[in-house]
């Protein structure tokens, strides 16, 4: 069995569109939380999503355009790794965010006076809009990994396998 008849093109067409929304949801997300309340900005959100735009558009190309080849589907590999790296960093930055601010966040809720409480209620958005792209960077990191995986376990089905490179069970045979 050859590498393209091994590789499916629907579940990976459809990792590739998964990822353009969720890239698109993460960079809007962070323009939102510039816009609303500008403590702490670091625009994570806007450069990591160079690196997931263009993973996610080599997936669907891979599929659409370049007929599923393993020279591509392993520059694909490289483009989700890099997408998993800046996952990771997001998910950093955002979550330290969260983390270090979520007493702020309580605090906020009880106070009402004037022109404090709309700072606290911009805080309070921006606060919850980085939960939101917080979430969705956590998805785009498992979509990547699903792609990671696929492209392993699909390597080995149709190159290591049929030529038994990695068979090690007659090691352990008496």
């Known amino acids: 069995m050859s590498w393209r008849s091994k590789f499916s093109k629907i579940p990976v067409l459809i990792l590739g569109i998964v990822q353009v929304v ?17 403590y702490q900005a670091t625009g994570a959100g806007i450069w990591c999503s160079l690196s997931f735009i263009a993973a996610a ?4 190309l891979l599929v659409t355009k370049w007929d599923r080849s393993r020279l591509w589907a392993t520059r694909v590999f490289i483009a989700q790794i890099l997408l998993l790296v800046f996952t990771f960093i997001l998910i950093g930055i955002v979550g330290n965010f969260i983390s270090t601010n979520s ?18 209620a911009s ?17 785009l990191m498992f979509t990547g990994l699903g792609y990671v995986i696929f492209y392993i376990l699909l390597t080995y ?18």
């Open 22 to 38: 969720l890239t698109l949801l993460i960079f809007i997300l962070e323009i939102a939380s510039l816009a609303v309340y500008n």
């Open 57 to 60: 558009i080599l997936t669907i």
């Open 103 to 120: 007493n702020a966040y309580s605090a906020s809720s009880s106070t009402s006076i004037g022109s404090v409480a709309d700072m606290f």
């Open 157 to 174: 089905l149709a190159l290591w396998k049929p030529f038994h490179t990695l068979d090690i069970s007659h090691l352990f045979q008496q």
């Open 123 to 139: 805080f309070r958005t921006k606060y919850r809009i980085m939960q939101a792209q917080l979430a969705f960077a956590i998805i």
